[in-house]
């Protein structure tokens, strides 16, 4: 584990994600989970600037290390029961916090991941005018870390559909 400098700077958005070289370096794990081995892809694809478009917010220790990435887009959802889709919301794809860093905690208690996603939802409200819009992610069945990180920030659940897929976290407005 590593050694976390704090404070943790605030999460801030990285407009050329290949431009940033902290991104090379990163990695949330060996790849013994799928979800793992997506957040590195999409870490890979990212740094070289093979990514369709997306936005990237980064966490950073007080001496820039990279603690953790975000990533996310606009994108539909369509949910059982509702008859229009929800249109054009942001979606994450993609949350991880580098290896060095995971099971550290902060001097208050926090956990970086926490902070990371309540800094990923701010700068979401401020590119929707300061109003939180809906707000989703796609979490695999046995991932419980995700599950349990999206719950402590408001993303209810909607099961899986089939035995091991995933499910949809979504938070409503603010």
Known sequence: MGELA????PVRVVRQPGRYHPLAGFSCGAGEDPWDRHV??????????????????????????LVGICSFWPRDLL????????????????????????????????????????????????????????????VAAGNTRAHALFARHGFGELSALREGGEAIRIRAPD
């Open 79 to 138: 949910l059982p029961l509702r008859r229009e889709p929800l249109l054009e919301i942001p979606y994450i794809n993609a949350l991880g916090i580098d290896r060095r860093f995971q099971g550290v905690g902060l001097r208050d208690g926090a956990r970086p991941a926490d902070v990371l996603l309540a800094g990923v939802l701010d700068v979401i409200r401020t590119m929707h005018g300061g109003a939180a819009p809906y707000v989703y992610a796609l």
């Open 40 to 65: 590195n892809k999409v870490v890979q694809r990212l740094a070289s600037e093979q990514a369709i478009p997306q936005t990237l917010a980064v966490l950073e220790d007080d001496e820039g290390e």
């Open 6 to 9: 704090e404070p943790l700077r």
